[in-house]
């Protein structure tokens, strides 16, 4: 693990994500393991095909965070109730405005979680960007 005291400025960890098959499909997927005490600083979401919003049958991706012990909490959402995504275009996700969401310490862990409103939204594969900085080292 010395590897990473050499590590400065953004780093990036990706995760593909299948598309659960249906609309009305939720999930939750793990993506990441900290190896050090990490800021987050970025999360996107690309779309492996063209995806369009709907205000009633949408769906909503979460970047969740779980601390040994502790409750889930939010790092940062995206959300296709009103706005499109073009495929292989990424989309930024919305981080948490509680700058404590956005710390993990080493060993956290984050998942994808997606939920659906009414009938729900298929979602084709995506890949999932984290951009952090290592503040543990």
């Known amino acids: 693990m010395t590897q990473y005291k050499h590590l400065q400025g953004t780093q990036f ?6 598309s659960v098959g249906n609309a009305a499909s939720t999930g939750n997927l793990p993506a990441w ?3 050090y005490d990490a800021k987050i600083v970025g999360a996107r979401l690309v ?7 709907d205000p009633t049958n949408y769906a909503t991706y979460t970047l969740t965070r779980h601390t040994a012990g502790a409750s ?5 959402t995206l959300a ?4 499109n995504s073009a495929a292989v275009t990424p989309e930024d996700m919305t981080l948490s405005l509680t700058a404590a969401n956005l710390l993990l310490a080493q060993n956290d862990t984050l998942s994808i979680v997606k939920t659906v409103a009414a009938s729900g939204l298929l979602i084709p594969a995506l890949l999932l960007v ?3 900085q290592l503040t543990g080292i």
């Open 33 to 35: 393991r900290a190896p």
């Open 47 to 53: 779309p492996a095909a063209a995806i369009t919003a």
């Open 13 to 18: 960890h990706e995760v593909f994500l299948e």
């Open 72 to 76: 889930a909490t939010t790092v940062a």
């Open 130 to 132: 984290v951009e952090y």
């Open 80 to 83: 296709w109730s009103a706005t």
